[in-house]
């Protein structure tokens, strides 16, 4: 019954249009400012980086940082390698390195070296010409 009254209709060719075809990529440009889930790009980012534990130190690397600590002062060119947590994470994060002059130094506090600031406990590794004298064997 309801075939019937729409058998003419089902039976006609497709409509062709006389317009141009729009070519794939300019298609999906329309559609690009249009995100149907808003920070799911950044989500997936954040997750594409690795986190790792703060690197336990021994007691004589610990007394060897201590040392070169003792001798830092600003102006001295150095490379420091510290641990940048994630605010995700607790307990993971970053092992971050840097190379340049030492800004500011207060062996209480932090370490500048250009604009980065590193607190102290931070800091897992420091190396440089200025302590080559600590790093050679007696």
Same mark, same amino acid.
Do not use: W
């Given at each position: 019954?309801?075939?019937?009254?729409?058998?003419?209709?089902?039976? +006609?060719?497709?409509?062709?249009?006389?317009?141009?075809? +729009?070519?794939?990529? @300019?298609?999906?440009? =329309?559609?690009?400012?249009?995100?149907?889930?808003?920070?799911?790009? !950044?989500?997936?980012? %954040?997750?594409? *980086? #690795?986190?790792?534990?703060?690197?336990?130190?021994?007691?004589? %690397?610990?007394?060897?940082?201590?040392? %070169? #600590?003792? $001798?830092?002062?600003?102006? +001295? %060119?150095? =490379?420091? &390698?510290?641990?940048?947590?994630?605010? !995700?994470?607790?307990?993971?994060?970053? @092992?971050?390195?840097?190379?340049? +002059?030492?800004?500011?130094?207060?062996? =209480? $506090?932090? #370490?500048?070296?250009?604009? *980065? !600031? $590193?607190? &102290?406990?931070?800091?897992?590794? #420091?190396?440089?010409?200025?302590?080559?004298?600590? !790093? =050679?064997?007696?």
């Amino acid at each position: 019954m309801l075939a019937s009254a729409y058998a003419e209709l089902i039976y +006609m060719p497709r409509p062709v249009s006389n317009r141009r075809k +729009m070519e794939v990529g @300019h298609r999906a440009k =329309q559609f690009a400012p249009f995100a149907a889930l808003r920070g799911f790009e !950044e989500t997936v980012r %954040k997750k594409e *980086i #690795l986190y790792e534990p703060k690197k336990e130190l021994s007691e004589e %690397k610990k007394n060897e940082l201590d040392s %070169k #600590l003792r $001798i830092l002062s600003k102006g +001295m %060119k150095v =490379q420091a &390698v510290y641990f940048v947590e994630s605010s !995700e994470f607790p307990g993971k994060g970053k @092992h971050c390195s840097i190379e340049g +002059m030492v800004e500011f130094f207060d062996p =209480q $506090i932090y #370490l500048r070296i250009g604009d *980065i !600031e $590193i607190p &102290v406990s931070e800091i897992t590794e #420091l190396s440089g010409n200025v302590f080559e004298a600590l !790093e =050679q064997p007696c």
